[in-house]
């Protein structure tokens, strides 16, 4: 503002001719001759104010103040400031503190503002009058806020010795409004117009009501009504007219009251004017009929004008009512019923009532201002999204007083929001009863659009009080997630029409379809605001339980991982009695690698899924990315069915179903079982966060693309390069993907396996593409790098002569080869799904160096049980791509098949490998039981089933050991301590492992079953505290070893044992305690391979009396037990060997 300044003037006369010449060019009528009176005028109104407080100082005239024009203010006044004539700086300071600790003050600049107060913008005509006022002098037209105004003061000249200034929230030039803190000086004297020379001819509310019923002679007058402003509407504007209502009654609150509509544009300044308490004159009324009702209301006239009731100048007009009343009293007509209002509140569902009252208090914060939630007196929350506001939201802000007339009380409406919140209908009324002193706050200044997404929900939508503050909280959380780098709040709160949807309210669609039921009705002002009993979208209200949340990607991943180290609890891992026989290094190793899977209904309320997918070049996966960070995600667009479409990059993904996967990787040094608990010992924790969805259950929506680059990089754009010297034609290409490789930082390679497909080269030209040469990639004739400005499309089928697809499973021919020990090819690709999941480390179990396990169940047509492979992946390809979790269906492509030395078959990456996930582990972990088979059937070789059930008995025991060795290298422990020396084993803690080996038969066949640990004692028949009890007795030896040869037992041990324990033991393994029937869950010793031939049966002498058979007996299976379960029909087994 200092452009519009005097200067500093040195004297009274460089200030009063500054003066003369703002006055002469701002405020005198434009062309003509110089208005002495007027200046001087002025000057004197100037004066007078500035006297008048007393603070003068010995200065007749405010040589520091300058004059400003409504368009220097608009122009230059960037910032909210405040001026306030013949005010000290310590009246300043004084009232800069009533700002309170949050709030800012406004600035103090010393400016004159002088103009015509007016309801006309610019242009005179009646027609551009909708209630507001404003400022005028011969350069334009500005805003302003009055708190008491008085009508006479309309068209007058005036100075404004203390107002304030709020430049534009939205920056546009031109913008802003002023707020009169005082009363403001006329320049020239008013016109106090006289009373009525007679008193003039009045009905009160009473006779009026009457007037409306009843048919008589005097319907067609236009009467006068007197009487005391009761209370009255807010000013609503609709597309054709504005209006509002005021209700006029007796002396006594009970008595009859009257409505009136004001619509008429010149009048509807009066709802400024209005104060509530005081008596009023309404003249030269006329009866209107409003559309589809059945009643008449009282509305104003072009020439009506609003006075104040003086008894003196009024007299009551005698009317004669005669006739048939036309309609009833329109206090008491029914309302209509609603669909809602038929509905009968059940437990899940009460319907409450608001309650109606008055309130004055101060707004302490801004909640959210285009939604019009604020907070009031630090207690309440205030919704004025129920009435248009647009108008009072540039004034309502922290420090602003507001009176409240008939707002509606609603408490517990849920939703998040706990506090009673207090909302005006249409029917109240807003009252300002003071400014702020504070500046506005600028967090929400920005995203205020003059028809926002908010209104059109109330208004539009239809939406209750509850709902509405659940979604201003879901729109918020949403902005700070997506704006202002992905998208611009403007774009993102835009009033949503049907060729231009609104972002936000296509995100929150699905939730609004079930929440808001079909059929509502809209919302009727004229009965809203007449009719009684009172009905409104306020009336009623239900709790609403919060549906769901938007949370920021940053949170979810961070929550994700909170809730897995919560829940990671070793002693779940590995549960007794299991833990309690496992090496340190084998303890580790089962740590070393976990999951969990959280689904959103793990979440209070479920969250909802929402990102910008863009890809990863870092981490070599897709992405989902908002303002908070990002997170990786896994996408199929159905099951079985990969993602393939580049056009969903760069899109806005909305997801509700989805699973956020936590895979937590655990270094630890564990010393047994018995330090489970003690977290000392987890010396690094790590986790993989990402989520997996499928496309059908997601919403894909299109966002803007000059806005994507901020969202989906955080590097600045590349500058274009420049075009090389000559034409340059811009060429696009058809190329067919037949495999690809591993993501490697540079991969050059072709592998000697891959097919010579010819992919052509096209140019595109005019309307249509010519072949050009072919461009042979196959062979590594050439290599093309993908360039940065590339765009890469997906083509049409027609365009492609053979795609090739994923076989999801594998033809019998296939896995033939892949269990045989032909080496042709020995790169492979299948479909498999993971049954577990393994971190190794080097050293445990024939492991070389760091490396993953992966056993998976192939997925084969013909046969009954899937075979079981093992797939390792070492480094440089860890960690291992996303979705590898156990129940989890994946093809992987060009595996390296090898056979170890005990010639089972395992595959292995390598750099061409590529993985794909088919279908994600389901949502429920429901563990399928075991098949129940006979043991023969075992004998088909690699279409026997890996694991299964079968119900045996045991014939004989062939060996039994019991051995107590040491944690940490495993070896023997007599009175339970290392004996290794040099070098010492860091822990003297020792674990008790045992193991037993049965021969079983169930009549069809024969197997020899191995069973270790916890498992032994179940096949010994003893409680766990008989169990213990045997494994101190071996403590001190170290080492128990009974093989069962004949008749007898020959002891094997570390150390003298006592004859008893090894009666014991040799009695016990020949009872019957142990020679018992039982259900036997098993997996094969080693998994199906056709490079060992299965061994042919043999013949086998036997005696019966003494007559002898010689028949061929099946070799025995070799099995591992899982579980043991006891008989429940100890007579079923021998009914079955009967029968066989």
Request: aromatic content about 8%.
């Given at each position: 503002m200092a452009g519009c300044r005097s200067g500093a003037p040195g004297s009274e006369q460089a200030w009063l001719e500054v003066a003369q010449a703002f006055i002469q060019e701002t405020l005198c009528p434009p062309g003509k001759e110089p208005d002495v009176q007027l200046a001087q005028l002025v000057i004197d109104c100037v004066k007078t104010t500035w006297l008048s407080q007393g603070t003068s100082q010995g200065l007749t005239l405010p040589l520091s103040y300058s004059f400003v024009s409504v368009k220097d203010l608009r122009t230059h006044q960037r910032l909210p400031c405040c001026s306030h004539l013949s005010w000290s700086s310590t009246v300043y300071q004084a009232w800069a503190q009533e700002a309170g600790p949050r709030g800012v003050p406004l600035p103090r600049e010393r400016l004159l503002l002088l103009g015509t107060l007016t309801d006309l913008s610019g242009n005179l005509e009646q027609e551009c009058r909708n209630g507001s006022l404003y400022i005028r002098d011969n350069t334009g037209a500005l805003d302003c806020e009055l708190i008491d105004l008085d009508l006479s003061w309309l068209g007058h000249f005036f100075l404004f010795p203390s107002w304030s200034y709020l430049p534009s929230p939205m920056k546009s030039p031109g913008e802003g409004h002023v707020e009169l803190w005082g009363t403001p000086v006329p320049v020239f004297p008013l016109t106090i117009s006289p009373g009525p020379l007679t008193p003039i001819p009045v009905v009160y509310p009473e006779m009026a009501s009457r007037l409306l019923r009843y048919r008589s002679k005097h319907r067609n007058v236009q009467p006068n009504l007197a009487g005391n402003l009761i209370r009255f509407s807010a000013l609503v504007k609709s597309q054709k007219k504005a209006y509002f209502v005021l209700f006029l009654g007796g002396s006594s609150p009970a008595g009859t009251q009257v409505s009136v509509i004001v619509q008429v544009p010149a009048q509807l300044v009066w709802h400024r004017a209005l104060c509530p308490g005081r008596a009023y004159v309404l003249t030269e009324l006329r009866v209107s009929k409003l559309p589809g009702h059945r009643y008449r209301v009282w509305m104003t006239s072009t020439s009506s004008q609003l006075l104040p009731l003086k008894p003196e100048c009024v007299r009551e007009l005698e009317l004669e009512l005669a006739g048939v009343p036309l309609e009833a009293d329109p206090q008491s007509l029914p309302r209509p019923s609603s669909p809602q209002d038929k509905k009968r509140p059940g437990p899940d569902c009460l319907v409450r009532d608001s309650i109606l009252l008055s309130y004055t208090g101060m707004v302490t914060d801004t909640l959210n201002q285009p939604a019009g939630l604020y907070e009031l007196d630090r207690k309440l929350e205030l919704c004025l999204a129920y009435q248009q506001f647009r108008g009072l939201r540039r004034v309502v802000r922290p420090g602003v007083r507001l009176e409240l007339q008939d707002v509606h009380l609603l408490q517990s409406v849920g939703g998040g929001t706990r506090r009673p919140i207090l909302a005006p209908c249409l029917r109240g009324a807003v009252l300002l009863r003071g400014f702020s002193h504070q500046v506005p706050e600028t967090q929400f200044s920005h995203q205020v659009p003059q028809a926002s997404l908010y209104e059109q929900l109330v208004w539009e939508h239809q939406l209750g009080l509850p709902i509405y503050l659940w979604v201003t909280k879901a729109l918020e959380d949403?902005?700070?997630?997506?704006?202002?780098?992905?998208?611009?709040?403007?774009?993102?709160?835009?009033?949503?029409?049907?060729?231009?949807?609104?972002?936000?309210?296509?995100?929150?669609?699905?939730?609004?379809?079930?929440?808001?039921?079909?059929?509502?009705?809209?919302?009727?002002?004229?009965?809203?605001?007449?009719?009684?009993?009172?009905?409104?979208?306020?009336?009623?209200?239900?709790?609403?339980?919060?549906?769901?949340?938007?949370?920021?990607?940053?949170?979810?991943?961070?929550?994700?991982?909170?809730?897995?180290?919560?829940?990671?609890?070793?002693?779940?891992?590995?549960?007794?009695?299991?833990?309690?026989?496992?090496?340190?290094?084998?303890?580790?190793?089962?740590?070393?690698?976990?999951?969990?899977?959280?689904?959103?209904?793990?979440?209070?309320?479920?969250?909802?899924?929402?990102?910008?997918?863009?890809?990863?070049?870092?981490?070599?996966?897709?992405?989902?990315?908002?303002?908070?960070?990002?997170?990786?995600?896994?996408?199929?667009?159905?099951?079985?069915?990969?993602?393939?479409?580049?056009?969903?990059?760069?899109?806005?993904?909305?997801?509700?179903?989805?699973?956020?996967?936590?895979?937590?990787?655990?270094?630890?040094?564990?010393?047994?079982?018995?330090?489970?608990?003690?977290?000392?010992?987890?010396?690094?924790?790590?986790?993989?966060?990402?989520?997996?969805?499928?496309?059908?259950?997601?919403?894909?929506?299109?966002?803007?693309?000059?806005?994507?680059?901020?969202?989906?990089?955080?590097?600045?754009?590349?500058?274009?390069?420049?075009?090389?010297?000559?034409?340059?034609?811009?060429?696009?290409?058809?190329?067919?993907?037949?495999?690809?490789?591993?993501?490697?930082?540079?991969?050059?390679?072709?592998?000697?396996?891959?097919?010579?497909?010819?992919?052509?080269?096209?140019?595109?030209?005019?309307?249509?593409?010519?072949?050009?040469?072919?461009?042979?990639?196959?062979?590594?004739?050439?290599?093309?790098?993908?360039?940065?400005?590339?765009?890469?499309?997906?083509?049409?089928?027609?365009?492609?002569?053979?795609?090739?697809?994923?076989?999801?499973?594998?033809?019998?021919?296939?896995?033939?080869?892949?269990?045989?020990?032909?080496?042709?090819?020995?790169?492979?690709?299948?479909?498999?799904?993971?049954?577990?999941?393994?971190?190794?480390?080097?050293?445990?179990?024939?492991?070389?160096?760091?490396?993953?396990?992966?056993?998976?169940?192939?997925?084969?047509?013909?046969?009954?049980?899937?075979?079981?492979?093992?797939?390792?992946?070492?480094?440089?390809?860890?960690?291992?791509?996303?979705?590898?979790?156990?129940?989890?269906?994946?093809?992987?492509?060009?595996?390296?098949?090898?056979?170890?030395?005990?010639?089972?078959?395992?595959?292995?990456?390598?750099?061409?490998?590529?993985?794909?996930?088919?279908?994600?582990?389901?949502?429920?972990?429901?563990?399928?039981?075991?098949?129940?088979?006979?043991?023969?059937?075992?004998?088909?070789?690699?279409?026997?089933?890996?694991?299964?059930?079968?119900?045996?008995?045991?014939?004989?025991?062939?060996?039994?050991?019991?051995?107590?060795?040491?944690?940490?290298?495993?070896?023997?422990?007599?009175?339970?301590?290392?004996?290794?020396?040099?070098?010492?084993?860091?822990?003297?803690?020792?674990?008790?492992?045992?193991?037993?080996?049965?021969?079983?038969?169930?009549?069809?066949?024969?197997?020899?079953?191995?069973?270790?640990?916890?498992?032994?004692?179940?096949?010994?028949?003893?409680?766990?505290?008989?169990?213990?009890?045997?494994?101190?007795?071996v403590r001190g030896p170290g080492k128990v070893a009974l093989q069962f040869t004949g008749p007898g037992a020959q002891l094997e041990s570390s150390a003298e044992v006592d004859e008893p324990l090894t009666l014991f033991l040799w009695t016990l393994c020949t009872s019957f305690s142990v020679l018992r029937p039982m259900v036997l869950s098993f997996e094969l010793e080693r998994k199906p391979s056709k490079i060992i031939p299965l061994e042919a049966p043999r013949l086998q002498r036997f005696q019966c009396g003494e007559s002898p058979f010689l028949t061929r007996v099946n070799p025995k299976i070799r099995l591992s037990c899982l579980f043991i379960q006891e008989h429940e029909h100890p007579n079923a087994l021998g009914a079955l060997v009967s029968s066989c």
């Open positions: 949403l902005a700070c997630k997506l704006c202002p780098h992905v998208l611009r709040y403007h774009q993102f709160l835009k009033y949503s029409s049907p060729g231009d949807p609104s972002l936000g309210l296509q995100i929150l669609a699905p939730i609004l379809e079930v929440l808001i039921p079909p059929g509502c009705p809209g919302r009727n002002t004229h009965s809203e605001i007449l009719e009684e009993p009172h009905h409104c979208p306020l009336q009623k209200y239900t709790q609403l339980q919060t549906p769901c949340f938007f949370p920021t990607l940053a949170f979810l991943k961070e929550e994700a991982k909170r809730r897995a180290w919560a829940s990671f609890d070793p002693k779940t891992l590995l549960p007794l009695p299991e833990a309690s026989h496992l090496p340190s290094w084998q303890l580790n190793q089962r740590l070393a690698w976990s999951w969990q899977c959280l689904l959103p209904s793990a979440f209070c309320p479920a969250p909802v899924l929402l990102g910008i997918l863009v890809p990863s070049s870092r981490k070599g996966c897709l992405r989902l990315r908002d303002q908070s960070g990002s997170l990786s995600c896994l996408l199929l667009a159905q099951p079985l069915q990969p993602l393939t479409d580049p056009r969903l990059i760069g899109c806005l993904v909305r997801a509700d179903r989805f699973q956020l996967v936590i895979e937590r990787n655990v270094r630890s040094s564990f010393p047994s079982w018995k330090e489970l608990s003690t977290t000392d010992f987890i010396q690094k924790k790590q986790a993989r966060v990402y989520v997996q969805f499928l496309l059908a259950d997601a919403l894909i929506l299109s966002v803007p693309r000059p806005v994507l680059h901020s969202a989906t990089s955080s590097t600045p754009p590349r500058t274009e390069p420049s075009p090389p010297e000559g034409p340059h034609i811009e060429q696009s290409r058809l190329f067919l993907l037949s495999h690809k490789e591993a993501l490697m930082k540079r991969n050059f390679s072709v592998p000697p396996s891959a097919s010579s497909e010819t992919l052509m080269l096209f140019e595109e030209g005019g309307s249509s593409c010519v072949s050009q040469h072919p461009l042979e990639l196959a062979g590594c004739a050439s290599c093309l790098t993908v360039q940065d400005e590339w765009t890469v499309e997906l083509a049409s089928s027609q365009d492609i002569p053979e795609v090739l697809g994923i076989r999801p499973t594998l033809p019998e021919s296939s896995l033939t080869d892949l269990l045989s020990g032909n080496f042709a090819d020995s790169l492979v690709s299948f479909s498999a799904e993971i049954v577990s999941h393994l971190w190794m480390k080097p050293g445990s179990s024939g492991a070389v160096r760091r490396c993953v396990k992966l056993t998976v169940a192939l997925e084969t047509a013909d046969y009954k049980f899937p075979p079981h492979l093992d797939v390792y992946i070492e480094d440089p390809h860890l960690p291992p791509p996303l979705g590898l979790l156990p129940g989890a269906r994946v093809y992987f492509h060009q595996l390296e098949k090898r056979v170890s030395r005990s010639h089972n078959v395992y595959c292995c990456f390598r750099s061409s490998t590529c993985v794909q996930v088919l279908h994600f582990p389901p949502d429920t972990t429901v563990s399928a039981p075991l098949p129940h088979i006979y043991l023969a059937e075992l004998l088909q070789g690699d279409k026997a089933p890996f694991r299964a059930t079968a119900s045996c008995h045991v014939v004989s025991v062939f060996s039994l050991h019991l051995l107590w060795v040491c944690a940490h290298c495993t070896s023997i422990c007599p009175q339970g301590r290392c004996p290794r020396q040099s070098p010492a084993c860091p822990t003297q803690t020792s674990v008790s492992q045992a193991s037993i080996r049965l021969l079983v038969e169930d009549g069809t066949a024969e197997a020899v079953v191995t069973c270790r640990n916890h498992q032994v004692a179940a096949v010994l028949g003893l409680c766990p505290s008989e169990w213990t009890s045997l494994l101190e007795f």
